[in-house]
């Protein structure tokens, strides 16, 4: 049995995805939910549509991570609330947060950005 954890954060802590997170913001330097909405934020962080962890072992799991078309530049409070909406276990919750918080997470995006942005293609 694969230890998933182990291998992301390997993954997210290497050389090569450090490059690849630097170049990819450079070449979207703006937040790609708020922009679609027609709102300017700098892009802070690179997320994953498909996330690394769906991957059964590690060589689908670093196919995934270093894959540009499976990027997107955000910045954090779309990338914590794209998180919350996906009921992901990370560094943002910590448990499956499905149900009230994707309600939660979907308000604050029309709070904030006037519009929910639509599902990632694949997810």
């Not at 802590?13 to 450079?26: C, D, G, P």
């Not at 991570?65 to 998180?83: K, T, V």
């Amino acid at each position: 049995m694969i230890d998933r954890g182990k291998i992301y954060d390997q993954i997210i802590h290497s050389w090569r995805w450090q490059q690849l997170r630097l170049s990819y913001v450079r070449e979207h330097p703006v937040c790609e939910d708020c922009a679609a909405i027609g709102r300017t934020r700098p892009a802070e962080e690179v997320h994953h549509i498909i996330p690394i962890e769906s991957a059964s072992g590690k060589a689908g799991m670093e196919a995934l991570a270093y894959d540009r078309g499976n990027l997107r530049s955000l910045c954090h409070d779309c990338h914590a609330a794209e998180h919350i909406r996906l009921g992901s276990r990370n560094s943002y919750g910590k448990r499956d947060v499905r149900g009230p918080a994707k309600a939660q997470a979907e308000d604050f995006l029309r709070r904030w950005c006037g519009a929910v942005p639509s599902s990632s293609p694949g997810v």
